[in-house]
């Protein structure tokens, strides 16, 4: 059974830095793409970044250069560092999973499986 479990949330003052986890269990990551969404209150969740199984990676343009995702397939873990945090960043943040060796994406229709969330709050 496949289960993401993210980890990482808090509050962080502007400028700030988190690191977010999101960890798999009931699956090897090796083969699988895997996406960060955010979500806020009563808007659509919007994709980050995510990293394809052969590591290729994309992120939307409000957090280029600011934002990294990597993945540690040994650990069955994929991190999102994000640096100089806006509170514009605010939101509940999800990772998200697809056996799909070539490429990822940041659509949400894109994705099969779905964790939990951990919220991002970037308030002074």
């Known amino acids: 059974q496949v289960q993401l479990v993210e980890s990482g949330g808090g509050l962080v003052q502007p400028g700030g830095s988190l690191r977010l986890s999101c960890a798999a269990s009931?699956?090897?990551?090796?083969?699988?793409?895997i996406g960060w969404f955010r979500q806020v209150p009563g808007k659509e969740r919007e994709g980050v970044s995510c990293?394809?199984?052969?590591?290729?990676?994309a992120y939307t343009d409000s957090v280029k250069d600011r934002f990294t995702i990597s993945r540690d397939n040994a650990k069955k873990t994929v991190y999102l560092q994000m640096n100089s945090l806006k509170p514009d960043d605010t939101a509940f943040y999800f990772c998200a999973s697809r056996r799909w060796y070539s490429h990822c994406s940041n659509s949400v229709s894109f994705y099969d499986d779905w964790g939990q969330g951990t919220q991002v709050s970037v308030s002074s």
């Open positions: 990293i394809s199984a052969e590591g290729n990676t």
């Open positions: 009931g699956f090897s990551l090796d083969n699988y793409a």
